[in-house]
């Protein structure tokens, strides 16, 4: 038996017995923040919750986790400022805001990109997705995993949204992101970038007419408070990507660098399953708030796509041309 199996069989004997693993050498006392636009009872809940039990059981209990919702520590794009800054170690958020500090993010973007979620998954957990993280060190953040929003919906306080006229002149919040702008307008709305935390008041005020987000965020949100239709448009999954501070991550040492991935990814099997099986109350909570739910025809859902199929070769420079390439390359080996 070599060293390491031996180390291996007494940390298993460790872990049977239940007892707390002292911290290794190569372990410190930390105390990670994370931050979320969303709400605490959103399913991103579900994963942090499953990563600070692996980080406990990984560190003996020496790494404190905690968790801030509701743009508590700033918005989605502010957060990720502070961790590329070494002011923050973590977020939780949407690619779609974060195309400034990284272009090629826009590939996630595009609309109808991804037909199912088997079909993200395989893209986000395989090379794709790898060639992606592997982009992000030069702008200061570490990708640990790719969590799930889901697929996006439209709401609105006007009308049911039957075809592509019934977009006409709706002022639809979209997340700040040209690719989004750009597929809203097309489909002839006025589509106004905002930050997320700032929605539901602007809801509430009337100042938009609507947004779109998928069941799981509308719900936990309560934009169904504030919405009277919600329309299965399912126009785009934007996933979620779990950065950690690259500077904050230099002082880590590489076994807490394993834990932190290794830990991120156990979180993101309980957040996907959560999401997915927290999707259909989601709905019916907004259908029993008075939100009136249909789908587009299979017609004019054509129409749509249609409308929107510019959109991909505009943005393709300032995305990256070989990033849409990759993209569509593995997409076209899935769909075999
Ligand atoms: C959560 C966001 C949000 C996103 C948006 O912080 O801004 O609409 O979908 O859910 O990342």
Redesign the pocket.
């Known amino acids: 038996m070599t060293f390491k199996t031996l180390a291996a069989a007494a940390l298993s004997t460790t872990m049977i017995a239940g007892l707390a693993l002292p911290a290794s050498a190569d372990v410190s006392t930390r105390t990670i923040r994370v931050s ?3 709400a605490a009872d959103h399913p991103v809940a579900n994963g942090v919750d499953a990563m600070r039990a692996c980080f406990d059981e990984r560190t003996g209990g020496a790494w404190t986790f905690n968790a801030f919702w509701s ?1 508590a520590l700033g ?2 794009l502010q957060a990720t400022q502070m961790l590329r800054s070494g002011t923050l170690e973590m977020v939780i ?2 690619t ?2 974060l195309v400034g500090i990284n272009p090629a993010l826009g590939v996630f973007d595009l609309p109808f990109l991804f037909a199912d979620a088997a079909e993200a998954d395989a893209v986000l957990d395989g090379e794709f997705g790898d060639y992606v993280s592997s982009m992000m060190p030069d702008s200061g953040l570490v990708n640990l995993a790719y969590w799930e ?1 889901g697929f ?1 919906d439209l709401t609105n306080s006007l009308r049911p949204v039957e075809s592509l006229a019934d977009f006409s002149g709706m002022r639809v919040r979209v ?1 700040q992101n040209d690719i989004f702008l750009d597929t809203f307008q097309t489909l002839g709305a006025n589509a106004i970038p905002m ?2 935390g700032e ?1 539901f008041t602007a809801l509430e005020t009337g100042t938009i007419d609507a ?4 069941y799981v ?1 509308i719900d936990t949100s309560h934009f169904d408070e504030v919405q009277k239709y919600l329309t299965n448009t399912h126009h785009a999954y ?1 996933p ?1 990507m779990v950065l950690f501070s690259k500077p904050i991550w230099d002082t880590y040492s590489p076994e807490e660098h394993d834990i932190l991935v290794d830990c991120a990814v156990i979180g993101r099997d309980a957040q996907r399953a959560a999401s997915r099986a927290l999707s259909a109350d989601s709905l019916a909570r907004i259908e029993g708030n008075g939100v009136a739910i249909n789908d587009i025809s299979a017609e004019n859902m054509q129409e749509i796509r249609d409308a929107v199929q510019g959109v991909y070769e505009r943005h393709a420079d300032e995305i990256g041309q070989e990033v849409v390439d990759r993209m569509q390359a593995a997409l076209a080996e899935l769909r075999d």
């Open positions: 979320n636009g969303i743009s918005d989605d958020t949407s779609s805001p929003n996006r997340m930050a997320f929605v947004q779109e987000n998928p965020t934007t979620f």
